[in-house]
């Protein structure tokens, strides 16, 4: 099983707003709607900000949100804030029953 | 106040064993399925394993199907990954998640390193 393909890096200023994709194959991506979002600070523990495509857990900022197009998610964070840069992984259930994540993506609020 | 706290890591030869331990509290543990995800160092994230709350349900990911064993013991709120025939490319820190089936969901441990090495 392929890792998702993420972008390796993104920026933004603050208050901007960014999209993170991560495209898969209709093995895994496009066929559930099983993505999640993780957001990751150094030393840290990955947090999931994003299950099933689009919900939000709760406590996450509703500035956190996701969305699917055929094999292809994306996770968009408006209102950029300086906290907001960590690293974010996106990751899907597959037709193997396992779950497949992408390569991560380092975002810097500039 | 859910917490998991992971156990068992450290120095390993290639070709060696090693079993961590994932202590849970704080949720009704068999209710729950678990999962351990891993990071190489400087690395991003790899789903290794899950199991269903029962335990009678386990999943693997194909760099460990053979080497690695989930196991849980719900009378002790503990999650287990017997990991055998260690390899160079098994160090990183191992992550035990509670899990939506085999998905990490919302509760991680701090994490425990694994660092296979003559």
């Known amino acids: 099983q392929s890792a998702l393909t993420q972008p390796a890096s993104v920026s933004g200023s603050p208050g901007q707003s960014i999209t993170i994709s991560c495209t898969g194959t209709?093995?895994?991506?496009?066929?559930?709607?099983?993505v999640s979002w993780y957001q990751q600070h150094p030393g840290k523990a990955p947090k999931v900000i994003i299950y099933d495509v689009s919900y939000r857990p709760s406590g996450v900022p509703d500035r956190f949100s996701g969305s699917k197009s055929g094999n292809t998610a994306s996770l968009t964070i408006s209102g950029l804030q300086a906290e907001d840069e960590a690293d974010y992984y996106c990751?899907?259930?597959?037709?193997?029953?396992?779950?497949?994540f992408g390569g991560g993506t380092k975002l810097t609020v500039l | 106040e859910v917490q998991l706290l992971e156990s068992g890591g450290g120095l390993v030869q290639p070709g060696g064993s090693l079993r961590l331990s994932c202590a849970a509290s704080g949720f009704t543990f068999s209710n729950y399925a678990m999962s351990w995800v891993r990071q190489a160092p400087g690395k991003g994230l790899e789903w290794v394993s899950a199991?269903?709350?029962?335990?009678?349900?386990?999943y693997y990911a194909d760099s460990v199907k053979g080497r690695f064993t989930i196991s849980r013991d719900n009378s002790k709120n503990t999650l287990y990954l017997q990991m055998n025939s260690l390899r160079a490319d098994d160090t990183a820190v191992y992550y035990c998640?509670?899990?939506?089936?085999?998905?990490?969901?919302?509760?991680w441990g701090q994490g425990t390193l694994v660092t296979v090495s003559s």
């Open positions: 998640a509670k899990a939506q089936v085999v998905s990490p969901r919302d509760y």
């Open positions: 990751s899907s259930y597959t037709s193997s029953s396992t779950v497949v």
């Open positions: 209709s093995s895994d991506v496009g066929g559930y709607n099983y």
């Open positions: 199991m269903s709350g029962s335990g009678g349900s386990t």
